[in-house]
Nanobody, 122 residues
Framework: QVQLVESGGGLVQAGGSLSVSCAAS????????MGWFRQPPGKEREFVAG????????YYADSAKGRFTISRDNSKNTVYLQMNSLKPEDTAVYYC???????????????WGQGTQVAVSS
């Protein structure tokens, strides 16, 4: 049974930083592309960032470029999202996701976590 468990969400002031992480189990982590998506209040879920199975390539939504950094530690089956210069519009539930290909990590991952809330106050 595949499990993706996010942690590290919380409340932060605008301009601050926050890091969220996702621990994976039940899959061969090193063979999966990993991604982060988010769902702002009242909006659709959207892609934020993705990373190749070996960490060699990363992908970012325009809203995340230059502020967010995705990374992974295959020895710990964990993927991270470091978020800097946070804005109120970054407020959302952040979801971890796993996929077997670059295309699907950007659009339709196979596995999802339960999400962690990030709130940015102005």
């Amino acid at each position: 049974q595949v499990q993706l468990v996010e942690s590290g969400g919380g409340l932060v002031q605008a301009g601050g930083s926050l890091s969220v992480s996702c621990a994976a189990s039940g899959l061969t982590f090193s063979k999966y592309y990993m991604g982060w998506f988010r769902q702002p209040p009242g909006k659709e879920r959207e892609f934020v960032a993705g990373i190749r199975w070996n960490g060699a390539s990363t992908y970012y939504a325009d809203s995340a470029k230059g502020r967010f950094t995705i990374s992974r530690d295959n020895s710990k089956n964990t993927v991270y999202l470091q978020m800097n210069s946070l804005k109120p519009e970054d407020t959302a539930v952040y979801y971890c996701a796993a996929a077997r290909t670059e295309r699907t990590v950007l659009t339709s991952p196979q596995y999802w976590g339960q999400g962690t809330q990030v709130a940015v106050s102005s």
